[in-house]
T-cell receptor, first 111, second 116 residues
Framework: GDSVTQMEGPVTLSEEACLTI???????????LFWYVQYPGEGLQLLLK?????DKGSNKGFEATYRKETTSFHLEKGSVQVSDSAVYFC??????????FGTGTRLQVTL | DVKVTQSSRYLVKRTGEKVFLECVQD?????MFWYRQDPGLGLRLIYF???????EKGDIPEGYSVSREKKERFSLILESASTNQTSMYLC???????????????FGDGTRLSIL
Protein backbone atom coordinates (compact mmCIF):
# COMPACT_ATOMS: atom_id res chain seq x y z
CA GLY A 1 0.00 0.00 0.00
CA ASP A 2 0.88 3.67 -0.07
CA SER A 3 3.26 5.01 2.55
CA VAL A 4 4.83 8.32 3.50
CA THR A 5 8.09 8.61 5.40
CA GLN A 6 9.24 11.84 6.97
CA MET A 7 12.15 12.66 9.16
CA GLU A 8 11.71 12.16 12.85
CA GLY A 9 11.83 15.12 15.12
CA PRO A 10 11.97 17.11 17.07
CA VAL A 11 13.82 19.60 14.97
CA THR A 12 15.15 22.51 17.00
CA LEU A 13 16.33 25.65 15.21
CA SER A 14 17.23 29.17 16.09
CA GLU A 15 15.14 31.95 14.63
CA GLU A 16 16.19 32.90 11.08
CA ALA A 17 17.80 29.50 10.46
CA CYS A 18 17.05 27.47 7.32
CA LEU A 19 14.61 24.60 7.55
CA THR A 20 14.37 21.36 5.59
CA ILE A 21 12.00 18.55 6.56
CA UNK A 22 12.43 15.49 4.37
CA UNK A 23 9.48 13.55 2.99
CA UNK A 24 9.45 10.57 0.64
CA UNK A 25 6.50 8.54 -0.54
CA UNK A 26 5.68 5.16 -2.00
CA UNK A 27 2.56 5.05 -4.11
CA UNK A 28 1.04 3.75 -7.30
CA UNK A 29 1.24 6.35 -10.02
CA UNK A 30 1.82 10.00 -9.26
CA UNK A 31 -0.29 11.11 -6.34
CA UNK A 32 -0.98 14.68 -5.33
CA LEU A 33 1.22 15.66 -2.38
CA PHE A 34 0.46 17.89 0.58
CA TRP A 35 2.07 19.47 3.60
CA TYR A 36 -0.13 20.15 6.60
CA VAL A 37 0.74 22.08 9.76
CA GLN A 38 -0.69 21.54 13.24
CA TYR A 39 -0.30 24.30 15.82
CA PRO A 40 -0.66 23.37 19.51
CA GLY A 41 -4.23 22.55 20.44
CA GLU A 42 -5.53 22.80 16.89
CA GLY A 43 -6.42 20.57 13.97
CA LEU A 44 -4.39 20.26 10.78
CA GLN A 45 -4.25 23.13 8.31
CA LEU A 46 -3.24 22.78 4.69
CA LEU A 47 0.11 24.51 4.18
CA LEU A 48 0.80 23.77 0.52
CA LYS A 49 0.24 21.20 -2.18
CA UNK A 50 1.54 19.99 -5.56
CA UNK A 51 -0.44 17.90 -8.00
CA UNK A 52 2.13 16.78 -10.58
CA UNK A 53 5.83 16.25 -11.11
CA UNK A 54 8.02 19.37 -10.90
CA ASP A 55 5.20 21.42 -9.41
CA LYS A 56 6.29 23.71 -6.59
CA GLY A 57 3.85 24.46 -3.81
CA SER A 58 4.44 27.54 -1.70
CA ASN A 59 2.77 29.40 1.15
CA LYS A 60 3.89 31.63 4.05
CA GLY A 61 7.53 31.38 2.95
CA PHE A 62 7.45 27.57 2.86
CA GLU A 63 8.14 25.68 -0.36
CA ALA A 64 8.16 22.08 -1.54
CA THR A 65 8.86 20.66 -4.99
CA TYR A 66 7.35 17.42 -6.30
CA ARG A 67 10.32 15.29 -7.36
CA LYS A 68 9.16 12.25 -9.31
CA GLU A 69 12.66 10.81 -9.78
CA THR A 70 13.34 10.67 -6.06
CA THR A 71 9.67 10.32 -4.97
CA SER A 72 10.23 13.19 -2.58
CA PHE A 73 8.46 16.35 -1.43
CA HIS A 74 10.80 18.05 1.02
CA LEU A 75 9.55 21.10 2.93
CA GLU A 76 11.88 24.12 3.01
CA LYS A 77 11.93 27.61 4.47
CA GLY A 78 14.77 30.04 4.24
CA SER A 79 14.29 31.81 7.57
CA VAL A 80 12.10 30.33 10.31
CA GLN A 81 10.31 32.30 13.00
CA VAL A 82 9.25 31.36 16.51
CA SER A 83 5.66 31.36 15.23
CA ASP A 84 6.53 28.47 12.88
CA SER A 85 6.86 26.12 15.86
CA ALA A 86 4.36 23.35 15.14
CA VAL A 87 4.06 19.78 13.91
CA TYR A 88 4.35 19.31 10.15
CA PHE A 89 2.76 16.38 8.29
CA CYS A 90 3.50 15.23 4.77
CA UNK A 91 0.66 13.43 2.98
CA UNK A 92 0.07 11.67 -0.33
CA UNK A 93 -3.32 11.29 -2.02
CA UNK A 94 -4.32 7.75 -2.77
CA UNK A 95 -7.38 6.25 -4.34
CA UNK A 96 -10.82 7.57 -3.59
CA UNK A 97 -9.79 10.88 -2.05
CA UNK A 98 -7.98 9.22 0.86
CA UNK A 99 -4.73 10.63 2.21
CA UNK A 100 -1.79 8.70 3.63
CA PHE A 101 0.06 10.72 6.27
CA GLY A 102 3.58 10.60 7.58
CA THR A 103 4.08 10.42 11.34
CA GLY A 104 4.72 14.15 11.66
CA THR A 105 7.80 16.23 12.48
CA ARG A 106 7.79 18.58 15.42
CA LEU A 107 9.61 21.87 14.80
CA GLN A 108 10.68 24.07 17.67
CA VAL A 109 12.14 27.49 16.90
CA THR A 110 13.92 29.39 19.65
CA LEU A 111 15.03 33.01 19.95
CA ASP B 1 -13.48 29.33 4.28
CA VAL B 2 -14.42 25.76 5.02
CA LYS B 3 -15.52 25.22 8.57
CA VAL B 4 -15.38 21.78 10.13
CA THR B 5 -16.77 21.78 13.64
CA GLN B 6 -16.32 19.01 16.16
CA SER B 7 -18.79 19.07 19.01
CA SER B 8 -16.34 18.75 21.90
CA ARG B 9 -12.71 19.73 22.40
CA TYR B 10 -12.29 17.56 25.47
CA LEU B 11 -14.29 14.55 26.59
CA VAL B 12 -13.89 12.15 29.50
CA LYS B 13 -15.81 8.87 29.52
CA ARG B 14 -15.73 5.58 31.38
CA THR B 15 -14.85 2.12 30.14
CA GLY B 16 -17.83 0.37 28.59
CA GLU B 17 -19.76 3.55 27.79
CA LYS B 18 -21.13 4.22 24.32
CA VAL B 19 -19.49 7.40 23.08
CA PHE B 20 -20.62 9.69 20.26
CA LEU B 21 -18.31 12.18 18.55
CA GLU B 22 -20.03 14.61 16.22
CA CYS B 23 -18.66 16.48 13.23
CA VAL B 24 -20.36 19.07 11.02
CA GLN B 25 -19.04 20.76 7.87
CA ASP B 26 -20.55 23.78 6.16
CA UNK B 27 -19.20 23.51 2.61
CA UNK B 28 -21.43 20.84 1.10
CA UNK B 29 -18.50 18.42 0.82
CA UNK B 30 -19.29 14.89 -0.25
CA UNK B 31 -16.34 13.23 1.54
CA MET B 32 -15.94 13.05 5.29
CA PHE B 33 -13.31 11.25 7.35
CA TRP B 34 -12.54 10.25 10.92
CA TYR B 35 -8.93 9.83 12.08
CA ARG B 36 -7.25 9.20 15.36
CA GLN B 37 -3.92 10.80 16.14
CA ASP B 38 -1.42 9.20 18.51
CA PRO B 39 2.18 10.23 19.27
CA GLY B 40 4.64 8.54 16.95
CA LEU B 41 1.88 7.05 14.79
CA GLY B 42 0.66 10.08 12.93
CA LEU B 43 -2.93 10.05 11.67
CA ARG B 44 -4.70 6.77 11.11
CA LEU B 45 -7.96 6.55 9.18
CA ILE B 46 -10.85 4.96 11.06
CA TYR B 47 -13.78 5.39 8.67
CA PHE B 48 -14.76 7.56 5.76
CA UNK B 49 -17.88 8.36 3.81
CA UNK B 50 -18.50 9.48 0.23
CA UNK B 51 -22.13 10.34 0.57
CA UNK B 52 -25.13 10.19 2.83
CA UNK B 53 -25.65 6.73 4.30
CA UNK B 54 -22.43 5.47 2.70
CA UNK B 55 -19.43 4.42 4.74
CA GLU B 56 -16.17 2.63 4.17
CA LYS B 57 -13.73 1.13 6.65
CA GLY B 58 -10.36 2.73 6.99
CA ASP B 59 -7.22 1.23 8.42
CA ILE B 60 -8.35 0.78 12.03
CA PRO B 61 -12.16 0.40 12.18
CA GLU B 62 -12.27 -2.16 15.01
CA GLY B 63 -14.28 -0.93 17.97
CA TYR B 64 -15.81 1.96 16.03
CA SER B 65 -18.83 2.62 13.87
CA VAL B 66 -20.08 5.69 12.01
CA SER B 67 -23.30 7.31 10.93
CA ARG B 68 -24.00 9.74 8.13
CA GLU B 69 -27.69 10.57 7.95
CA LYS B 70 -27.19 14.07 6.55
CA LYS B 71 -24.57 15.32 4.13
CA GLU B 72 -23.10 17.84 6.55
CA ARG B 73 -22.85 15.56 9.59
CA PHE B 74 -20.61 12.56 10.25
CA SER B 75 -20.69 10.85 13.62
CA LEU B 76 -18.13 8.48 15.12
CA ILE B 77 -19.40 5.96 17.65
CA LEU B 78 -17.37 4.00 20.15
CA GLU B 79 -19.67 1.07 20.84
CA SER B 80 -18.09 0.13 24.18
CA ALA B 81 -15.26 2.47 25.08
CA SER B 82 -11.96 1.00 26.19
CA THR B 83 -8.84 2.63 27.62
CA ASN B 84 -6.88 1.96 24.41
CA GLN B 85 -9.27 4.31 22.62
CA THR B 86 -7.93 7.26 24.58
CA SER B 87 -6.67 9.52 21.80
CA MET B 88 -7.11 12.69 19.77
CA TYR B 89 -9.86 12.28 17.18
CA LEU B 90 -9.88 14.43 14.06
CA CYS B 91 -12.68 14.88 11.56
CA UNK B 92 -12.07 16.09 8.00
CA UNK B 93 -14.02 16.79 4.84
CA UNK B 94 -13.18 17.25 1.18
CA UNK B 95 -14.81 17.85 -2.17
CA UNK B 96 -15.52 14.88 -4.41
CA UNK B 97 -13.84 15.24 -7.82
CA UNK B 98 -14.55 11.91 -9.44
CA UNK B 99 -12.08 9.77 -7.54
CA UNK B 100 -8.95 11.85 -7.99
CA UNK B 101 -6.99 13.02 -4.99
CA UNK B 102 -6.35 16.63 -5.89
CA UNK B 103 -8.63 18.15 -3.32
CA UNK B 104 -7.20 18.79 0.13
CA UNK B 105 -8.95 17.67 3.27
CA UNK B 106 -10.14 20.29 5.74
CA PHE B 107 -9.86 19.44 9.41
CA GLY B 108 -11.69 20.27 12.60
CA ASP B 109 -9.82 21.22 15.78
CA GLY B 110 -10.04 17.72 17.20
CA THR B 111 -11.60 16.06 20.23
CA ARG B 112 -9.24 14.84 22.93
CA LEU B 113 -10.99 11.81 24.37
CA SER B 114 -9.97 10.17 27.63
CA ILE B 115 -11.39 6.80 28.63
CA LEU B 116 -11.02 6.06 32.34
Amino acid sequence: GDSVTQMEGPVTLSEEACLTINCTYTATGYPSLFWYVQYPGEGLQLLLKATKADDKGSNKGFEATYRKETTSFHLEKGSVQVSDSAVYFCAAAGTASKLTFGTGTRLQVTL
Amino acid sequence: DVKVTQSSRYLVKRTGEKVFLECVQDMDHENMFWYRQDPGLGLRLIYFSYDVKMKEKGDIPEGYSVSREKKERFSLILESASTNQTSMYLCASSLWTGGGGNQPQHFGDGTRLSIL
